[in-house]
């Protein structure tokens, strides 16, 4: 990756492999930092048995009650088994694609 010494923004880079969305619910008044603590904690778990997932971004809709974890992973299961390490239940996990503006 080539970035020019002008830049000013720093972009952040995915990791290599496929990007996944997974959507889980919260409720409203959740800490969104202690929920992206655990799926990092969950996410380096599911790595060191060998998975190669990890956490690239983490929204959370509070009035939808409705969280968005974006992640990196080999495959599908692999982010699943990474919700379930952090205590958490994906109710879905669809492959995604992002772009960095």
């Known amino acids: 990756m080539w970035i020019s010494a002008f830049t000013r923004r ?7 492999g496929v ?4 959507e889980f619910y919260l409720p409203e008044d959740s800490v969104l930092s202690e929920v992206a603590r655990r799926i ?3 996410a380096a778990e599911a790595a060191a048995s060998g998975a190669d997932v990890s956490l690239a ?3 959370f809709v509070a009035a939808d009650e409705t969280c ?3 992640f990196t992973a080999s495959a599908p299961d692999k982010v699943a088994a990474a919700g379930s390490l952090a205590g958490l ?3 879905r996990v669809v492959t995604a694609e992002a772009a960095r503006l």
Request: net charge neutral; glycine share 4%.
């Open 19 to 22: 990007l996944y969305l997974a």
């Open 68 to 70: 968005f974890a974006l």
């Open 57 to 59: 971004d983490l929204i």
């Open 40 to 42: 990092v904690a969950g």
């Open 10 to 16: 720093v972009r952040r880079a995915y990791a290599p």
């Open 89 to 91: 239940v994906f109710d």
